[in-house]
């Protein structure tokens, strides 16, 4: 098997490398990654390996992704620009490199006749739940109508490009018959996650074990889930090699909600921090009109049920998992 991984050097695309080299270990990788959000040191141990090949390049070059794809038996595409930290600072990098990076994915898939997994965003939902229920027992659905901002709003441009990824990749499947499969991520982490680009578990982790505040966005009760990256990148390789994910949109998360004021006390109970929690308000992070969601939590039934699997790592297991690294790191 020839496996292509675009933004391979990022922390999703780097497990997947590290989950495929372990579970098939004849696979021939090759990731391109442009290093802006993702790191060498990432995929750093598969470097000296003849079965592995980086190449530190753009998915807009079409003249480099043309013969990737051309090699390739299945295709990761998760090259994106990630994190709302940057997609408020970089707007139009966020805008042009998801749409060019989809049009340029698509079309040489479509070509050379490839299986890709596009990699989409519980940001898509928009604030659904806000809307759809306010007793905090519904979940979000795949085929749920999206509540989203104004245009004015830079918040909702980056959920509406990766909704435009899965528009592109579902005519391509409709009209030519291209295998894809759509997997919604909703807020993946473990170790080796940066808290650079706004990432909410790092960042308080490391804020808990250095005894400085803990800085809260909002009044702290909007509700969220996550998921451990070895419980998502087991799911989404499981899709792309059983075939039982192609023509279908998944929802790749942990359907266990938690308020952020909750995770940080737990993550200061479980580091046995000094830290305070702080709460900021949205204008001061990212500028003036910003808009969160009140609630964004996955069912994954469908996910599940197609599968046959269920989730190994709970939030408990996910916070050990992120903690130890960090002290580790900090020895």
Same mark, same amino acid.
């Given at each position: 098997?020839?496996?292509?991984?675009?933004?391979g050097a990022?922390?999703?695309?780097?497990?997947?490398?590290?989950?495929?080299?372990?579970h098939?270990?004849?696979?021939?990788?090759?990731?391109?990654?442009?290093? =802006?959000?993702?790191?060498k040191?990432n995929?750093?141990?598969?470097?000296? +390996?003849?079965?592995?090949?980086? *190449?530190e !390049?753009? $998915?807009?070059?079409?003249?480099?992704?043309?013969?990737?794809?051309?090699?390739?038996?299945?295709?990761?595409?998760?090259?994106?620009?990630?994190?709302?930290?940057?997609?408020?600072?970089?707007?139009?990098?966020?805008?042009?490199?998801n749409?060019?990076g989809?049009?340029?994915?698509?079309?040489f898939?479509?070509?050379?006749?490839?299986?890709?997994?596009?990699?989409?965003?519980?940001?898509?939902?928009g604030?659904?739940?806000d809307?759809?229920?306010?007793t905090n027992s519904?979940?979000?659905?795949?085929?749920?109508?999206?509540?989203?901002?104004?245009?004015?709003?830079?918040?909702?441009?980056?959920?509406?490009?990766?909704?435009?990824?899965?528009?592109?990749?579902?005519?391509?499947?409709?009209?030519?018959g291209?295998?894809v499969v =759509?997997?919604?991520?909703f807020?993946?982490?473990?170790?080796?996650?940066? +808290?650079?680009?706004?990432?909410? *578990?790092? !960042?308080? $982790?490391?804020?808990?074990?250095?005894?400085?505040?803990?800085k809260?966005?909002?009044?702290?009760?909007?509700?969220r889930?996550f998921?451990?990256?070895?419980?998502?990148?087991?799911?989404?390789?499981a899709?792309?090699?059983?075939?039982?994910?192609?023509?279908?949109?998944?929802?790749?998360?942990?359907?266990?909600?938690?308020s952020?004021?909750?995770?940080?006390q737990?993550?200061?109970?479980?580091?046995?921090?000094?830290?305070?929690?702080?709460?900021?308000?949205?204008?001061?992070?990212?500028?003036?009109?910003?808009?969160?969601?009140?609630?964004?939590?996955a069912?994954?039934t469908?996910?599940?049920t197609?599968?046959?699997?269920?989730?190994?790592y709970d939030?408990?297991?996910?916070?050990d998992?992120?903690?130890?690294?960090h002290?580790?790191?900090?020895a």
């Open positions: 098997m020839k496996i292509l991984i675009t933004g990022g922390f999703i695309g780097s497990n997947i490398v590290e989950y495929l080299f372990t098939y270990p004849d696979t021939e990788i090759k990731v391109i990654d442009n290093l =802006i959000t993702g790191r040191e995929i750093a141990a598969f470097l000296d +390996s003849p079965q592995f090949e980086f *190449i !390049n753009t $998915v807009t070059n079409k003249a480099v992704m043309e013969p990737l794809i051309a090699w390739c038996d299945h295709c990761y595409h998760l090259a994106a620009p990630v994190g709302v930290k940057l997609i408020m600072d970089r707007p139009v990098h966020s805008v042009l490199d749409i060019r989809i049009d340029t994915i698509m079309e898939v479509h070509k050379y006749n490839k299986r890709v997994m596009v990699a989409s965003t519980s940001e898509t939902y604030k659904s739940l809307f759809l229920d306010t519904r979940k979000l659905k795949e085929d749920d109508y999206r509540v989203e901002g104004s245009t004015r709003n830079h918040r909702w441009a980056y959920a509406n490009t990766k909704s435009l990824d899965e528009f592109l990749a579902f005519a391509y499947h409709k009209e030519y291209t295998e =759509i997997s919604r991520f807020n993946t982490v473990g170790p080796k996650q940066l +808290s650079t680009y706004g990432m909410v *578990i790092p !960042n308080f $982790v490391q804020q808990a074990l250095a005894g400085k505040e803990i809260i966005f909002g009044t702290g009760e909007q509700l889930s998921m451990h990256v070895n419980d998502a990148v087991r799911a989404v390789v899709l792309m090699m059983t075939g039982k994910g192609v023509g279908e949109e998944f929802n790749v998360g942990n359907p266990f909600e938690i952020m004021n909750n995770l940080a737990k993550i200061i109970d479980k580091t046995h921090s000094t830290a305070k929690i702080v709460h900021i308000s949205y204008e001061e992070a990212y500028g003036k009109g910003f808009e969160d969601m009140n609630r964004r939590t069912d994954i469908k996910l599940c197609t599968l046959g699997i269920e989730l190994e939030l408990d297991r996910i916070l998992d992120i903690i130890a690294f002290r580790q790191a900090n």
